[in-house]
């Protein structure tokens, strides 16, 4: 056995968002699981909300561990308590929320001076963290928790600026020099898309990929060769990866703990979906942070009604009443039929289930890439972010989803914003939950491509070796540095 002195130690630093943190705190079990010390570094809150199930690997024998470093909300204007995007309301809070994260600097130093790890894992939005690591000659990795289609894709929508070429929003471009004809329109860009500040970030993420030790990608290489390429060689990055990260978790009770407590019992859940025919469900759920207009959960509700299908929906309190604004009767003539869960959801635990057969979803890397390891079809609804490229992946590179038509990217929707009427849910969630050759053969490729998920993180596929690839020139690098 290797004594402490002589394991690697790996510092662990999400971006204090669900999305981002769930993925990291798996990457940290990983490594764990491959004889690493790992240490989430996180904010009180966050820590105190991740402690219990942290103490939980511990006692299955994992050296991981949580240290806690100040969050300043309430100086950066923030209301006390806010160290989650998850309770951020408005683009004002977003800015100050930024502002807190660069005062996260200092505390985080010392840390570094204390501990010494021997590599630094942090998201891509602490840029700061590559200089400070390299103070003390530490290795600094970058987690963005996209995957290389979509870095890809954005950097030849940066490099080779097509957008510029057309005029109206719905105007249809190819996005240029990469492996497949991807198509896009302006409408599935922020307006603010070239504006200096936004770009300042994005080019400082992207000089940091450079100047880091390299990026960690939540993916596997034989779902997107071509793009896995593309980003080591033609955009000069080195890459890892190391996913889907979500495997980590075997069985129901870490499936069903991953985040937040789930609104439901996990039995009943299990039990329910039990009780339906193999691939007859369909799951919807928006993600973590976006909240649907009044108007657009009415349209959902009558369009997953009409439709006919089971259904397990994941409803958030919508942005204007910050209330589940469900039609009237809507839930008690859904009974046995529909399953709505409030706030959170396991998951991961549902779409593992045999009984779900299709995933509608607002497109988060994390979110997508759980459906396609799942080996279920997808629903494409992406809103904001970077989820419009990773619908194109789905839709047009893997083949395994249909796009619901929103074309649209929108950081928040206005109370009446209708962007899929009632009648097109119906159409896209009849036709891919349905028997039509079309869904059918989509089903397979998305069983395919699930299939091959599970044969890269177990011992001697790809992404098993891209890890221990990693370890194995960390632990050079720090027998380098001890003479
Ligand atoms: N998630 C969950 N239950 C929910 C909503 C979300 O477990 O009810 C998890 C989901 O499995 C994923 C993450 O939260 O791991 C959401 O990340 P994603 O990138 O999909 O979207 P975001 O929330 O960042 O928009």
Redesign the pocket.
Known sequence: MESDAEKLHIFLFPFM????M??MIDIARLFAARGTKSTIISTPLNALHIQESIDGDKNSGLDIGVQVIPFLCVEAGLPKGCENTDSITSPEMFMNFFKACDMLQQPFEKLLEEHHPDCVVSDMFFTWTTDAAKKYRIPRIVFH?ICNFTQCARKNIERFAPQEKVELGSEIFVVPGLPDKIEMTKSQFPLWHDETKSNMMDTLIQKTEVTSFGVLVNSFYEMEPAYAEYYKKDMERRAWNIGPV?LYNRNSTSKAQ???K?AIDENYCISWLNSKKPNSVLYV?F????RISTSQMHEIAMGLEASAISFIW?VRGTNDKEQYSLPEGFENRMEGRGLI?R??????LILDHPAVGGFM??C?????F?GITAGVPLITWPLF?EQFYNEKLVTKVLKTGIESGNKLWKLTMEPDCVQVTKEKIQEVVTQLMGNGIEAKDMRRRAKEVGEMAKRAVVKGGSSYNDLTALIEELMANKQKLKR
């Open positions: 968002a669900s999305g981002h769930i993925p928790g979500s991953r985040g937040k789930a759920s993600g973590s942070l976006y994941v869960i706030e959170w959801a396991p998951q991961v979803t607002h988060g890397w994390n979110s997508t759980e972010a």
